[in-house]
């Protein structure tokens, strides 16, 4: 049997760098050798405040993403979280052994209330149970996604762990499948690129105008020039992502440049504008042939779903049978 493999993004607004180079890039590399099911998950997303007339869109726009980016319908099962209700059903069945406590103490709940002081629910809490369930549902052994998505896997891995304990081996230990772009900066100079902090991101859809817009606002008045580059903050992030591209030549030029004090952050970020563009290019093209054939994406969801279901059922069965509840 082929290794499983499972990971989602919200619809929360279009696709950035950040996701591309630290999620969809692994997912492009799983797809060919293994059994993967890539998720919009649409049942995450209504955790923070949100507008119900567009969120149907908003997973047709991140669908729409995943095709253009390359994920393959002939080679992976792309699938809507909320129409494979057994995610929810499994993740309560997961709740009932798992303290509240634990839950409390992770650092993106705190981040999310601390964002949301009004709008502190009992999903944002439950966040890390369901997204366990998402991988746990299908048995799901890699799971490519960012960095700041580390302490998540450890509760998946302490779910399945005391699940299999208590109720005999069922699940396996999902690890992170992790990329080079696991880490793509903020251009607001300190924290990760992220859909909900405006000016922190480029997404894919952007034209070279708009990307040089973005990076223009992007903070690089460290207080210093000469010497070593900064470890952090808009100049750090700046270098990071010339690395990140692969700019390795322009990447050494910029660094001397800034050893010398006569680095010129325009031309630094006109570089970057003009790579990021480039590597974009392709994807929007290809977008565009998607939205195009709505016929063709909506069949590739059905196609997905009805594949999910089939593997959650089976999943359930097991489960249910193991719990004493059937
Ligand atoms: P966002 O934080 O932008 O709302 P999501 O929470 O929907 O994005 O994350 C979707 C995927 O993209 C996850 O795998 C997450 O780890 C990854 N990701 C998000 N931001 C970054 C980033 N700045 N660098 C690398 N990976 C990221």
Same mark, same amino acid.
Request: proline letters at 5%; one cysteine or more; a neutral charge.
């Given at each position: 049997m082929k290794k499983r493999v *499972?990971? @989602?993004i919200r619809a929360t607004g279009r696709l950035h760098l950040g996701n591309y180079l630290g999620a969809v890039k692994g997912m492009l590399a799983l797809q060919d050798e293994y059994d993967c099911i890539f998720s919009v998950v649409d049942s995450h997303t209504i955790t923070v405040p949100y507008d119900p007339k567009t969120l149907k869109q908003s997973v047709r726009e991140i669908i729409l993403d995943y095709l253009a980016a390359g994920l393959d319908p002939k080679k992976c099962h792309l699938e809507i979280q909320s129409m494979v209700p057994q995610h929810i059903e499994l993740s309560y069945y997961l709740a009932t052994i798992y303290p509240v406590s634990r839950l409390e103490d992770l650092p993106t709940y705190k981040d =999310? /209330?601390?964002? *949301?002081p009004k709008y502190v629910n009992m999903g944002l809490l439950y966040y890390p149970?369901? !997204?366990?369930?998402d991988v746990l549902l299908y048995k799901g052994e890699l799971v490519p996604v960012g960095i700041d998505q580390e302490p998540h896997l450890e509760v998946m891995r302490e779910i399945a762990r005391k699940f299999n304990g208590m109720f005999g081996q069922t699940f396996p230990e999902p690890q992170r499948f992790k990329t080079e772009g696991e880490y793509v900066p903020s251009l607001a100079g300190g924290g990760k690129m992220s859909k909900s902090v405006e000016g922190s991101y480029i997404t894919l859809t952007d034209d070279l105008e708009t990307i040089r817009k973005r990076l223009a606002?992007?903070?690089?008045?460290?207080?210093? &020039? @000469? @010497?070593?580059?900064? =470890?952090? @903050?808009?100049?750090a992030?700046?270098? =990071?992502? +010339?690395?990140?591209l692969k700019l390795d030549v322009e990447y050494k030029k910029f660094e001397q440049d800034y050893r010398d004090k006569k680095i010129r952050y325009t031309e630094l970020k006109e570089v970057l504008a003009k790579a990021i563009y480039e590597e974009l290019q392709p994807f929007q093209e290809k977008?565009?042939?998607f939205k195009e054939d709505p016929k063709l994406v909506d069949d &590739?969801?059905?196609?997905?779903?009805? /594949?999910? +279901?089939? !593997?959650?059922?089976r999943t359930m069965g097991e489960v249910k049978k193991k719990m004493g509840l059937i």
């Amino acid at each position: 049997m082929k290794k499983r493999v *499972y990971s @989602g993004i919200r619809a929360t607004g279009r696709l950035h760098l950040g996701n591309y180079l630290g999620a969809v890039k692994g997912m492009l590399a799983l797809q060919d050798e293994y059994d993967c099911i890539f998720s919009v998950v649409d049942s995450h997303t209504i955790t923070v405040p949100y507008d119900p007339k567009t969120l149907k869109q908003s997973v047709r726009e991140i669908i729409l993403d995943y095709l253009a980016a390359g994920l393959d319908p002939k080679k992976c099962h792309l699938e809507i979280q909320s129409m494979v209700p057994q995610h929810i059903e499994l993740s309560y069945y997961l709740a009932t052994i798992y303290p509240v406590s634990r839950l409390e103490d992770l650092p993106t709940y705190k981040d =999310k /209330k601390a964002q *949301y002081p009004k709008y502190v629910n009992m999903g944002l809490l439950y966040y890390p149970v369901l !997204m366990a369930a998402d991988v746990l549902l299908y048995k799901g052994e890699l799971v490519p996604v960012g960095i700041d998505q580390e302490p998540h896997l450890e509760v998946m891995r302490e779910i399945a762990r005391k699940f299999n304990g208590m109720f005999g081996q069922t699940f396996p230990e999902p690890q992170r499948f992790k990329t080079e772009g696991e880490y793509v900066p903020s251009l607001a100079g300190g924290g990760k690129m992220s859909k909900s902090v405006e000016g922190s991101y480029i997404t894919l859809t952007d034209d070279l105008e708009t990307i040089r817009k973005r990076l223009a606002a992007a903070p690089t008045d460290s207080g210093q &020039i @000469g @010497g070593e580059l900064p =470890k952090e @903050g808009g100049v750090a992030n700046l270098f =990071k992502l +010339l690395k990140l591209l692969k700019l390795d030549v322009e990447y050494k030029k910029f660094e001397q440049d800034y050893r010398d004090k006569k680095i010129r952050y325009t031309e630094l970020k006109e570089v970057l504008a003009k790579a990021i563009y480039e590597e974009l290019q392709p994807f929007q093209e290809k977008r565009k042939i998607f939205k195009e054939d709505p016929k063709l994406v909506d069949d &590739i969801i059905d196609e997905g779903n009805r /594949k999910c +279901l089939q !593997m959650a059922d089976r999943t359930m069965g097991e489960v249910k049978k193991k719990m004493g509840l059937i």
